[in-house]
């Protein structure tokens, strides 16, 4: 029995699915953990970046109270 692998992904809005040859699903899971550690960096420095935002904003404030 041979196993059958298929990728499902978006382009241009709507869904498509590819097959998978045999040889390629390592190479293709190891892009796929790849893409995923791009978007958890990404996501963090997003975090780090909204956390920097707030604290500027409190800064700003605390600011504007002690010049009162």
Do not use: C, W, Y
Not at 5 to 24: C, E, I
Not at 47 to 60: G, Y
């Amino acid at each position: 029995f041979r196993r059958v692998l298929f990728q499902s992904f978006m382009k241009d809005g709507k869904r498509h699915v590819a097959h998978v040859p045999a040889g390629q699903v390592e190479a293709l899971k190891q892009q796929i953990e790849a893409g995923r550690e791009f978007q958890d960096a990404v996501r963090e420095v997003l975090t780090a970046n909204a956390r920097l935002v707030l604290l500027e904003r409190q800064q700003q404030k605390a600011r504007k109270a002690k010049a009162r």
